[in-house]
């Protein structure tokens, strides 16, 4: 299967041959993720073709830029400090659309393929996340709230940084690969692809995922979501029926 989608971007590819700029033909190895029992994580394949004008890659080498991006979603982080031998929370902020999950890969180190400024726009890296705060917050305290839910999400495996992972061959195939973990939120992903040349970005490309729980723990998210009151008594009749029946076991033994 792979390799037919392989076949059919380099026969899209020839067709583009006529354009006057560098064109991407990107595709994942998945679409559609589904999260049910026992999920434990998935990896995802991102790869593609490069179309060059006249079909020739330049003499110049070209890097690539890969960012997945998960659902956008409001967050609020708060401070915990430690006052007279007691942790309490303190200082607070909330940020309207912080990426359930981010990674980026990329061919190169991101500051030997651009500027600062260039990567910034792009949002090129971890340190380069563009958040929106809710409210006003002074600089330096949002910079210090994103570093720590940067942070937070990167120990949790949701938000990564791969630099020098994306493999490029004879100029005009290229591959990456990302690992999703088990607590990835679900909804629309979106894995874009950037061109990059001399530190200017020349083309870009999108594709959507699907990420979607499926089977029972679709049911239980639902019920949590719709059904809040049914799903509690639901909850409760289980650990009593659990406790039950561990109790006649372990008497049993």
């Known amino acids: 299967m792979m390799w037919?989608?392989?076949?059919?971007?380099?026969?899209?590819?020839?067709?583009?041959?006529?354009?006057?700029?560098?064109?991407?033909?990107?595709?994942?190895?998945?679409?559609?993720?589904?999260?049910?029992?026992?999920?434990?994580?998935?990896?995802?394949?991102?790869?593609?073709?490069?179309?060059?004008?006249?079909?020739?890659?330049?003499?110049?080498?070209?890097?690539?830029?890969?960012?997945?991006?998960?659902?956008p979603q409001s967050i609020i982080l708060r401070e915990k400090q430690k006052i007279a031998g007691i942790w309490i929370n303190a200082?607070?902020?909330?940020f309207r659309s912080a990426p359930g999950y981010y990674a980026v890969a990329s061919s190169r180190p991101i500051d030997k393929i651009v500027d600062k400024r260039t990567a910034a726009i792009y949002e090129f890296g971890l340190g380069n996340l563009q958040l929106s705060p809710a409210g006003s917050i002074d600089p330096a305290e949002q910079r210090r709230f994103l570093s720590g839910l940067v942070d937070l999400n990167t120990r949790e495996g949701l938000y990564k940084q791969q630099e020098g992972s994306v493999e490029i061959l004879e100029g005009v195939l290229y591959q990456a690969r990302l690992s999703i973990p088990a607590s990835v939120p679900t909804g629309t992903y979106t894995a874009e692809t950037f061109l990059v040349r001399d530190g200017q970005v020349l083309a870009a490309a999108v594709r959507e995922i699907e990420v979607r729980k499926f089977g029972f723990e679709l049911f239980v998210a639902v019920m949590a979501e719709y059904q809040p009151f049914a799903y509690g008594v639901s909850a409760v009749l289980i650990s009593l029926a659990l406790g039950w029946l561990g109790g006649v076991v372990f008497r049993k033994i």
């Open 4 to 71: 037919l989608r392989l076949l059919a971007l380099m026969l899209g590819a020839s067709l583009l041959t006529a354009a006057t700029e560098p064109v991407l033909v990107p595709e994942v190895s998945q679409r559609d993720i589904q999260i049910q029992y026992g999920f434990t994580g998935a990896e995802l394949l991102l790869f593609g073709a490069i179309v060059y004008p006249g079909g020739t890659p330049p003499s110049r080498e070209s890097d690539i830029v890969v960012i997945l991006k998960g659902p």
């Open 91 to 94: 200082a607070s902020t909330e």
